[in-house]
């Protein structure tokens, strides 16, 4: 039977209330982990400031990596000391359209941008995977506590969205130490994670 005029028209109005209606869903799921995401900020930085003798927290703040901050990244950081060259941009443009419970942070002091940090919870949401850390190294107030910054704040969204784990993908060696301290172990990829991430090691941690 052909389709008449009226049945087109419907068609049509079915498929664009139907395209509205994930669009709305969409926004709402973004909004979402856009307010878990400021929530894990702001308890990270309670929690940091309520044993701070030192007053080295007090003007510690924690963002979502925005244009001020890719503007700080590359007005303030020394590129030739950089250990790392990953394009941050890129990569958060990257991680945003996989999942819209994505995670990101800029640590600042300040007007400086201290550190960044980016990743993303597993399809299940059974892990929170951190891709990237990366510090300033240029001299500034939060020298040496980036990753524990990046590590409690990490961990507190990993809890907020119902992770059972936190795992840093391919640790830097110099700071084994330093996640063994915060109760991160060492595991190497099985036959699946090689699949999925390639030759990458990890660190890891039940919450």
Known sequence: MPLTPTIIARKHWVKLVTTLKKNSDLGSTIGRYQQLRSEAYS????????????????????????????????????????????????????VKMKRPSYWEMAIWHRQTLCGLVLGKPSQKRSRLYIEGIEGNPSPHPLKGKITPIALLASEMYANLIGCEEVWLVEPDPALLDTYARAGYHLRLPNKLLKKVFGLKSFATKEL
């Open 43 to 94: 308890s990270a930085i309670r929690f940091l400031r309520m044993d701070d003798t030192t007053s080295a927290f007090s003007s510690l703040t924690i963002s979502a990596i925005r244009e001020h901050a890719v503007e700080a990244l590359r007005q303030q950081w020394d590129h030739g000391l950089r250990r790392v060259r990953w394009n941050w941009p890129e990569e958060r443009e990257i």
